[in-house]
């Protein structure tokens, strides 16, 4: 390859997202600990950079709807898989939740991760506001682990540039994650909006400016990700996440079997083992049946050429959607299509990503319905408050008027960190949950999703039996709804004959 020779060898590395994003993403964060068992080995040995299994919905859905507990799949994995560091999704002063927790909630939470097999913590925050990160820093560092200072990466042109999400924008956050003790930094481009020139400009800037390893993560939900991935890779990214085929593509990440073989002989390659990725997605493909009910297939793309007109996330618009059908207007869909830019420049610009995705469309539906502010989510109000941080750009003092209006907190926003307004709740979650939980562990399942926390204990004292949707589908289940529906089909088809 003519010119490849005058390049420093530069190996990427690639991080493993199969087992958390991978099937959260495409799957609904459905796969079972007993599923990725089997394979944990093997994938212990292809030389990935890290695996993240952890964090993001895992957490949240493994008690609620698996019956599993979360903290015993990292225990479980680490056995298995002792030489590939283990990454987890935090999503800073809210955890592995959708609030802002106590400090002392985070301190127990973190040490116990790292305690169990954490090595790296992705540590984002919905808005970038960095003191959100500041006590899961102080902690990560403190139990020597690695810290990954993360910025979503948003827009509010088509791409990268304008009044917010400029150059400028993304250098300053990066070199203040640098500076409160990053030891890498992650763009997180959660809806996979970041075009391919755009990563190429935005890592050059990015590896002029700081000095820590840079990690690009990226969903394929927009068809550009591949695309991204090896602009990204000539201008000099570390590290890219990825998933095994059968999890990968859709709103997941891209493939890593076609990025590595693209890779293959130029001065990136990754040096991965194609033959030992197809054997793992082989046995993927095996087991993919028992979560097939999960997988959208309403269209027949596996990408979603809108997101580049509209650029909103897959899970935000059937958030909205499920709002409109329970007030009857769903015909009223283009109308909020129309009115989310408008309600999204009012507060601030946040990027659409969990939790304030959700409070935007749903402002947004609102403003639609019964007119703009006329109803306001207590959400709404939490977060022009300050609650969830501070806004990437300033909320003018009219919005601020009419959100906060009766709002029983008060009226003029806080400007302190808001996690310095909550006080202590490990001692009363300890205290509240002393009948139920047996250890530190079960203490902080309940602390931070008390109620379906509390149902979960239940069942793994066998206090209360798991219901039959909780169980596990086996292939058998799976074999016999296929045969159930083929003989309907055959019997219809006699029918109709």
Not at 370 to 384: A, H, I, L, N, P
Request: overall charge neutral.
């Amino acid at each position: 390859m003519e010119g490849m020779e005058r390049i420093a060898k530069k190996p990427i590395r690639i991080t493993d997202t199969t087992f958390r994003d991978g099937h959260q993403s495409s799957l609904a964060t459905r796969m079972r600990t007993e599923d990725m068992v089997p394979i944990a080995e093997e994938l212990d040995s292809v030389g990935f950079h890290s695996v993240e299994m952890w964090g993001g919905a895992t957490f949240d859905v493994t008690h609620r709807f698996l019956g599993e507990d979360p903290w015993e799949r990292v225990r479980t994995l680490k056995k298995l898989m002792p030489k590939t560091p283990f990454q987890m999704l935090l999503r800073g002063q809210n955890l592995v939740g959708y609030r802002n927790y106590p400090d002392d909630v985070v301190v127990a939470f973190v040490e116990k991760s790292a305690e169990v097999g954490i090595d790296i913590f992705r540590c984002f925050d919905a808005v970038n506001d960095e003191r959100n990160f500041e006590t899961a820093f102080k902690v990560i560092k403190r139990c020597g682990k690695h810290i990954q200072g993360t910025i979503c990466y948003s827009l509010t042109e088509r791409r990268m540039g304008g009044p917010v999400y400029n150059l400028s924008y993304y250098l300053e956050k990066a070199k203040i994650l640098e500076d409160m003790g990053s030891d890498s930094l992650c763009i997180k481009d959660m809806a996979g909006l970041l075009a391919p020139y755009d990563a190429y400009e935005l890592v050059r800037a990015l590896k002029s400016a700081i000095k820590i390893p840079i990690q690009l993560h990226t969903h394929y939900t927009s068809g550009m990700a591949s695309m991204t991935y090896l602009k990204a890779v000539e201008a000099g990214v570390d590290v890219i996440d990825t998933a095994l085929a059968p999890f990968a593509l859709r709103s997941s990440q891209p493939a890593v079997e076609p990025i590595i073989v693209a890779l293959e002989g130029t001065p990136w390659d990754s040096g991965l083992d194609l033959g030992k990725l197809l054997k793992l997605g082989e046995y993927l493909e095996t087991i993919a049946p028992k979560y097939r009910d999960f997988l959208d297939t309403t269209k027949m793309a596996v990408i979603d050429t809108n997101v580049l007109r509209h650029q909103i996330p897959g899970g935000m618009i059937s958030n909205m959607v499920s709002q409109l059908k329970q007030q009857k207007a769903i015909h009223r869909i283009n109308e909020v299509y129309e009115e989310l830019p408008q309600t999204r420049k009012d507060l601030g610009y946040p990027p659409l990503v969990t939790p304030t995705s959700q409070i935007v469309g749903v402002q947004a539906v609102l403003n639609t319905l019964f007119g703009r502010y006329k109803m306001v989510s207590k959400e709404t109000q939490d977060y022009v408050y300050g609650l969830y941080g501070r806004s990437p750009v300033p909320i003018s003092d009219e919005i601020k008027k009419l959100v906060l209006k009766g709002y029983k907190k008060g009226k003029e926003p806080i400007s302190c960190r808001p996690a310095d307004l909550i006080e202590s709740e490990m001692e009363k979650a300890k205290e509240e949950s002393k009948a139920l939980a047996k250890d530190l562990c079960d203490t902080l399942i309940y602390a931070i999703f008390p109620q379906t926390g509390t149902q979960f204990l239940k069942w793994k004292y066998g206090l209360e039996p798991i219901p039959e949707k909780v169980k596990p589908k086996t292939l058998e289940d799976v074999k016999r709804e296929d045969e159930a529906m083929a003989k309907a089909k055959a019997e219809a088809q006699t029918k109709k004959a």
